[in-house]
């Protein structure tokens, strides 16, 4: 038989057990058909992050030395099914140890498919998934982003989800009964069984075209040798920064050219500059350093230096200042400060329509408080999606 | 001694320099507290600051292939050689100054480690560097509580009951890590009576540490901080709590905010009202919010708050000083 490969992108540590356990019941439901497996994390994503973009992998094949030829390479470089569990990935990644942003559909395989579990509807998904030149389809799998935490486990019934619509998907690869087996044997729970099942019929598949997709170029740099490298490894350091952008006054820092950190963000503060204090909290506590210092004492937020860890919309001290809003809303990186000085009425509609658009009841980022997983996972449908 | 660079305390946050020296572009997690750390410790050094790191996070993250966040100087050096890289560095540049090879003009020396550098490995190398008088340097420890750069491994700084890679709580055992925090900054202020400053911080409490870090590159010799910096990886929480974290970790009495200047101990800020009397918020407040904490029972609960209270209590200094056996 021919050999499978899918990936699972995912958030560093938030979705690490759930892609973890998405890509092992793929092989132990493999080996239930007499097939070989086998499961693992790429090795240039550990040590993960928090919400750092990760891969795991699973390969699937017919027997051991068909599996260890396809292992001979240092990682897959295709796969039949790149399987997104967060569609705010969908603009790119920008792995931990990889430069620059790649498509979240650069591995898929001519006709293979993309499958995202989001609330999106496909239109709205290929506005941020970069074109490609090959045909692949779109499959979307209704459902939030599932974002446990490292050391307690949110069984909200994504995992098994996943298998389920994966058996609609790629039935060659491995079959719904064979996934429902494995299910069984693992949590030895029939609701989880029901989940698989209603995600094999209600997993929704568009074709997407070559050339259909956001045509932005993804941001990329060439790496340097070891040949070009200075001795002792010596590398320059960063510039010292100046005023606000260039001018007099304020602070603007010099960026790493090589490390931007937005592809880690699932929300984004917006600033509502009309009630800032400028207490200076945002700036202070930023720990990615993100904030430009404006003149005359603002806090601009840079979104290409943002990771979205919500620290300032924490600290902050006015109520409604700085929002999370989801990364779904944006469309571009661009400066807040830049347009409020442009047009302040007109940002000040745009800051509104963002919050109303974006701006969630709850947190999806992980653990909050001892048994805030069980009180969640109580309100959970079996099989959910709208 | 040479002398030191003139740094003067900054009175409020809005003193704060608006320079970035340690600027964005590291790979750290959303919400790292350790990598505030770094952007503090820098901002209150300013330029003509040379900063070391040991193996952990705060290198591995930061400074991955042909990259950096550093506009200062920076070097690596290994996972349990802060003390002697500060000290090396130190004494190289007293040399190249006295042989008139470079300018001579105070140039700060920071070396930092994490807990697993620090308090676990480092530990002899940093105690040689406090003993050397003549030369002036900061060690500073950015403890997140385990060795989170390698996923999260019991350090000797973990705390009691801690889930991590090492102490899974298990059906038979649910209490997997049975060793309580290492008091380090405590042990090396006793240890070494000559070191002329030695102090703990929380990012949390940004002018405060800013301060401890200007006091400790101008009061002249080697010197020595300990932060603790909740994280968000190991310590399983939503990464927009790291602020609130350490404001808890602070205002329940787990962390002791203090200073030792020339042997004179200080309780610094919220830790000084509370050793007045003020009262402490229960542990829980701060336990429950951490999935690492997750399994523990009502009972292991208490159990924490009841050495929390003995710190308090019975300890001649909280946090610093335990009760020696002459006390009742």
Request: with cysteine.
């Amino acid at each position: 038989m021919a050999t499978y490969a899918v990936e699972v992108v995912y958030r560093g540590i938030f979705q690490k057990s759930l892609s973890r356990n998405i890509c092992r019941s793929i092989v132990l439901a493999s080996r239930l058909e007499g097939k070989i497996g086998t499961a693992f994390g790429r090795y240039g994503d550990s040590p993960e992050r928090n919400g750092i973009p990760a891969k795991y992998f699973a390969v699937v094949a017919g027997d051991p030395v068909e599996l260890e030829e396809y292992l001979a390479q240092y990682e897959p470089t295709e796969v039949d099914v790149s399987i997104v569990v967060d569609d705010t990935l969908c603009k790119g990644v920008e792995s931990w140890a990889w430069y620059g942003l790649q498509p979240i559909n650069a591995l898929t395989k001519p006709d293979g498919a993309v499958l995202v579990t989001s609330y999106q509807e496909p239109e709205q998904l290929k506005e941020d998934i970069h074109v490609k030149d090959q045909p692949y389809d779109l499959a979307i799998l209704k459902g939030s982003k599932s974002f446990s935490g490292l050391w307690v486990y949110k069984d909200d019934h994504t995992d098994v989800r996943i298998l389920g619509a994966l058996a609609r998907i790629c039935p060659d690869m491995v079959g719904l009964d064979s996934y429902k087996e494995a299910i069984l044997q693992q949590w030895g729970d029939q609701r989880k069984v029901t989940s698989a099942e209603r995600a094999f019929e209600r997993v929704r598949r568009s074709p997407v075209e070559p050339g259909e997709g956001n045509p932005a170029e993804p941001f990329s740099f060439d790496l340097p040798g070891w040949e070009v490298m200075e001795e002792a490894l010596v590398i320059p350091g960063i510039e010292p920064g100046g005023g606000f952008r260039g001018g007099e006054g304020g602070f603007e820092p010099v960026r790493s050219s090589v490390f931007k950190k937005f592809s880690t963000r699932t929300m984004r503060p917006v600033v509502n500059f009309e009630t800032c204090t400028k207490c200076t909290l945002c700036w202070l506590q930023c720990p990615d350093s993100c904030f430009d210092v404006t003149p005359d004492g603002l806090y601009d937020a840079n979104m290409e230096a943002c990771c979205g860890c919500g620290v300032c919309e924490d600290v902050c001290p006015v109520p409604d200042c700085i929002t999370m809003v989801g990364e779904e809303a944006f469309s571009d990186n661009d400066s807040q400060h830049d347009h409020w000085r442009r047009d302040r009425d007109d940002y000040m509609g745009w800051l509104r329509d963002k919050i109303a658009l974006g701006k969630s009841e709850t947190r999806s980022h992980g653990f909050h408080h001892v048994g805030q997983y069980d009180e969640e996972s109580q309100t959970v449908e079996v099989g959910y999606d709208d | 001694m040479t002398t030191t660079q003139q740094l003067v305390p900054l009175r409020g946050v809005k003193q704060s320099p608006l320079e970035e020296l340690f600027t964005s572009g590291h790979r750290t997690c959303q919400g790292c507290e350790s990598a505030l750390v770094m952007k503090l410790m820098i901002k209150a050094a300013g330029p003509r600051t040379i900063v070391l790191g040991s193996t952990g996070c705060m290198y591995v993250a930061n400074t991955t292939y042909y990259s950096t966040p550093w506009v200062v100087p920076w070097m690596h050096t290994q996972l349990g050689s802060s003390g002697s890289a500060a000290l090396g560095t130190a004494a190289g540049l007293k040399a190249l100054m006295r042989k008139a090879k470079m300018k001579d003009e105070p140039i700060n020396v920071i070396a930092f480690c994490g807990d697993g550098g620090g308090a676990d490995m480092g530990l002899s190398a940093i105690s040689a560097a406090l003993t050397h008088n003549e030369y002036n340097l900061l060690i500073l420890l950015y403890d997140n509580e385990s060795y989170a750069n390698t996923d999260i491994q019991v350090s000797g700084s973990s705390p009691w009951g801690a889930n991590s890679t090492f102490s899974p709580p298990g059906t038979l055992h649910r209490i997997m890590n049975r060793r309580w925090k290492k008091n380090t900054a405590g042990m090396l202020a006793a240890g070494h009576p000559q070191a002329r400053y030695i102090a703990t911080g929380c990012a949390s409490y940004a002018t405060d540490m800013m301060n401890k870090v200007r006091k400790a590159l101008t009061i002249g010799g080697p010197t020595f901080m300990h932060t603790l910096d909740p994280c968000p990886k190991g310590w399983d929480y939503d990464p927009m709590y790291s602020h609130e974290l350490g404001v808890l970790a602070v205002q329940t009495g787990i962390w002791v905010q203090y200073e030792v200047e020339d042997g004179k101990i200080t309780l610094n800020g919220p830790s000084k009202v509370l050793a007045r009397g003020k009262k402490r918020l229960p542990v829980e407040e701060y336990l429950k919010r951490q999935g690492r904490f997750a399994h523990f029972t009502p009972e292991d609960v208490a159990y924490f708050q009841s050495q929390i209270d003995e710190m308090w209590e019975k300890w001649w200094i909280p946090g610093v000083v335990p009760p020696g056996p002459q006390d009742p």
